[in-house]
Structure formats: C-alpha cells, structure tokens
C-alpha cells in the first residue's frame, strides 16, 4: 500500500472566495490516495486562524518529515499548486524534494505531469500564487491606509465605541454607557484629584462596570484609556496619529491636563495627606507612603490611615506605622505656635510675602516670554512643514508623525502658559491663607480637603523627615521665623 504526506491550507478569504474549506480538501486528498491504492500517512492542516509564526512552523513540519522518512513516503498530496506554497522559497523546498529525495509533488485538482513541461506548469501556476498573495498584500495595506485618510479606524474602536455598518461599510459610533464611563474617568482623573488606584475603587463605589466579564476596572486599563488619544478624536495607525471622524469624548483641555498630571507620575503617589514624597524616612531616605487599613468591630467596620517607610518591610529596617492623627496632632502644634498677637507683627509678615511675589512674579514674566518664543517658532515650523507636504518633499507618514510632535509641544506650551498665568495668584492667595490659617483656629485645617492640606503644607515646609514617630519639618522662609518664635530674649528693645 502506497503512503503519502498531504497538507491542506485555507484562508477565511480564499474559502469565501472560492467556496472550499479543510474538510473538502481532506475529502480530496483521502480520495485520491485511495483511488491510488494508498493512505495519507501524515496530513497537516494550516486553518485560516492560523497566524504566520504557525503557518511557517507547520510547513517546515511537514518540509522536515518528509525528509526524514522520504524511504517509506511515495508522494506529497496537495489540493491545488497554490495550497501547496504562499511563495516561491516554499515552493523552491518542495521541488527540492522531488529532485533529491524522489517525493513527487501531486495536486489532485490540478494534474500535471513529472516532465519538463508538467513542472513548468506547476511554476507558473505558483508564480502566480506568490503574485496574488503579494499583490493582496499590498491591497490590503492600500485600503488601510485609505481608510486611515478617510478617518475611520481600521480595526475595533476603543473602549467607548462600538463598530457599526453603514452603506456597506464598517464605523463606529458613541456606545453610550462605556462612554459615559470614558467622561468619568476622565473628569475624576484630571479635576477631583484621583491616582489610578483611588479611580478603582471610585468606580466600583459609583457602580461603573468595565465589561460584564470583568466588571471592576482593571488598573492597567484605566491608564491605557487616559494616554488614548482616540478619545479626542484620532485614531493610530502603524505607530502614527491621524485625524478621526468619529465624536470625541473628550475636550482638549481636559486631555491636556490628564497627559500633564501622567507626565509628572503624579498617578504612582497615594492619594494621603502626608505621602507622596512629601516626607522622608530618617533611617533610610526612602519616602513616607500611606496605608488605608479595615479593622472589624463590634459596632461594624473602621477605617485607619498609617503612614510608614516604603522599606518598612526590609530587614533591619525600624517597623514603625505612626497614625494619621498623631501626624495632624503634630502639625496643629506647629500652626498654634506660629500664632502672632501683635498686629505689627502681622503687617511685617504681609510685607514680606509680596516682596516674594513680586520676585516670583519677575521670574513668572521671564518663563512665559520664553515659552511665547518656543510657541512661535514651532508655529512656523507647522506653516513649513505643511509647504514641504504640498510640495511633495516629504511623504505622508513624515509629515504626521512630524505634526503630531508639533502639535504635542504648542499643546503642552499652551498648558504652561494657563499654569503660569494663574499660579502667581494662586501662590499668592494660598500663602496669605497659610498666613491667616496660622493665625487663627485648628478647625480650618480639620475641614480641608486633601488638595488644600498638601498644597498647604508644601508651601509651609521645605522638606520633612519622620524620625521614628516624630515629624522634623524643614520650614520654608518666612514662616520658619514663625515657627522659631518672633520675640527673643535677647532682642533688642523687646523686639524681633
């Protein structure tokens, strides 16, 4: 009885195209070897599924078995010359198997002879299938690549959108409850002072579900949708953005804001009061970090912050958690001891910051011409860039990546500018806040929120350091004269 190696190959394309599928080849090849008074001895299949890493490792399979039992094999089944090959290299192999290894090359569907003649045949038609098989190739990046000039994606929208037919054609549209998840996340992220981990747990507590297969949002895929530039209305393409056509879901400015708050990892800080790199482990150097724990009570559950060194774990290292309260017990201490009763006092203290407004406001005037320098020259580069595209100097890829960098620095210019236009004031006011909070009564701190304690504390201190459980704040000028006392013995006249 004859034995035969056989391989059948499919694509989704070919099998609509052309109406075959694996099993009617199988049917064929078992058909023929039975007819030839034979069996396949060894069949293998590469399915549409199957991705090119598979497809080659298959092939070289079969290229390899029948090497090894060439002795006992009388020929190499195939469908159709085009089954057999993608290109002409492949090809090549299996001709060489029928030269040095006395394997004929047999297609059922389309017969030839092991002749001259017969082998030309059998070359042409693979020529033609590695031309149709490059040529598909370059249709396929062709329609791509119109389809990205068209402004519609060329695959699934991102999370938010859902894929739509029309005329005939694939889009997509606004899917409304994962896009209003989309406004959320954003708007938690870039205005109410949100980590990634704090928008976990936000969202699970507003009932937001990712998918119904994983109904919390994963960590991973919140920051993947905040550095997705689909959401204000473009769309990637072989590494590039380009313009879209579906609707944004999210203004500019807020994106800006979101890209500026990522920059700055400002998503890897806790969202506590005393951590964040705003104090440092005495023993070690390592920031201060904060903990939420649940304690189980009779009366039902509790909430406790700590706060503790990052290397709290590593051996040697003092294990020592300090309570948020004892910290808030320490900074009370520190604004009641700043308290000043003299009234002239207190007129020094007003003088002395806007002197050093005035300072920031001369050091403010000289970035933002500098920044107005940088935004006019990138301005002009976009007007030369585009000439350049008009005229065919560049290609198409050169000038989007190019204007998407443009784009990108005059956005984040355009953000510095707002920055600096408001911080002067906004330094300012919090400073003659932290003044008159000083002076006045410890519920004003209890009833901040966290944005204002850290902003309050970071224009207070320098820098802090937590020596066992002790708080050793670096104060800044000149609330370190505060902090040290106004009047000294030794002054003289009794004064500062």
Same mark, same amino acid.
């Given at each position: ?15 609509? *195209? !052309? %109406?075959?599928?694996?099993? @009617? #080849? /199988? ?12 069996? =396949? ?99 396929? *990046? !062709? %329609?791509?690549?119109?389809? @990205? #000039? /068209? ?12 894929? =739509? ?122 920031? =201060? ?208």
């Amino acid at each position: 009885m004859k034995r035969f190696l056989a391989l059948a190959r499919v694509s989704s394309r070919e099998q609509e *195209r !052309e %109406g075959f599928s694996l099993e @009617v #080849q /199988e049917d064929a090849l078992r058909r023929y070897a039975m007819q030839a008074g034979g069996e =396949i001895a060894k069949l293998y299949r590469i399915a549409e599924t199957a991705s090119k890493g598979d497809e080659r490792k298959t092939f070289r399979e079969l290229v390899n078995y029948a090497k090894k039992n060439a002795g006992v094999l009388d020929g190499l089944l195939f469908y159709k010359v085009d089954r057999a090959a993608r290109n002409l290299f492949d090809y090549v192999e299996l001709e060489r198997l029928e030269s040095e290894y006395d394997l004929p090359f047999i297609s059922v569907s389309q017969p030839t002879e092991n002749t001259p003649a017969g082998r030309m045949m059998r070359r042409t038609l693979a020529n033609m299938a590695s031309f149709y098989t490059e040529q598909q190739s370059v249709d396929v *990046r !062709e %329609g791509l690549a119109r389809r @990205v #000039q /068209e402004g519609w994606f060329v695959s699934r929208g991102p999370y938010g959108y859902r894929n =739509i037919r029309k005329d005939g054609r694939g889009m997509v549209e606004v899917d409304p409850i994962p896009a209003d998840n989309i406004k959320r996340i954003f708007q938690l992220f870039a205005y109410e002072n949100h980590t990634l981990d704090t928008l976990v747990e936000k969202l699970a507590g507003e009932g937001r579900q990712f998918r119904d297969s994983t109904p919390k949002f994963p960590r991973s895929s919140i920051h993947n949708i905040l550095k997705d530039r689909a959401y204000i209305g473009e769309l990637e393409f072989r590494g590039e953005w380009y313009p879209g056509k579906h609707e944004p879901l999210i203004d500019r400015a807020t994106w800006d804001r979101v890209q500026a708050l990522l920059g700055g990892h400002v998503y890897q800080s806790h969202a506590h009061t005393y951590a964040g790199d705003l104090i440092q482990c005495a023993h070690c150097g390592h920031p =201060i970090t904060g903990e939420r724990v649940r304690k189980k009570m009779k009366s039902g559950e509790r909430f406790y912050t700590y706060y503790r060194c990052t290397y709290y774990n590593i051996a040697g290292h003092p294990r020592i958690r300090v309570p948020e309260a004892e910290l808030e017990r320490q900074v009370m201490a520190i604004f009641e001891k700043m308290r000043v009763e003299d009234e002239g006092v207190r007129d020094w203290f007003r003088l002395v910051l806007a002197s050093q407004t005035r300072d920031a406001q001369a050091d403010s005037r000289a970035q933002r011409l500098e920044l107005q320098r940088q935004g006019t020259l990138i301005v002009g580069q976009q007007d030369r860039l585009l000439n350049m595209r008009l005229a065919e100097e560049i290609d198409e890829a050169t000038f989007a990546r190019k204007h998407t960098e443009m784009r990108d620095r005059l956005a984040s210019i355009k953000l510095q500018l707002d920055v600096l236009d408001r911080s002067h004031d906004e330094t300012a006011d919090l400073a003659t806040k932290v003044f008159e909070l000083s002076q006045t009564l410890k519920q004003q701190w209890l009833t901040a929120d966290y944005t204002a304690k850290r902003r309050l504390l970071e224009i207070v201190f320098l820098n802090c350091r937590l020596e066992d459980v002790n708080l050793i704040p670096t104060m800044r000028k000149p609330f370190d004269v505060l902090a040290e006392g106004l009047l000294s013995e030794n002054s003289r006249d009794g004064g500062i």
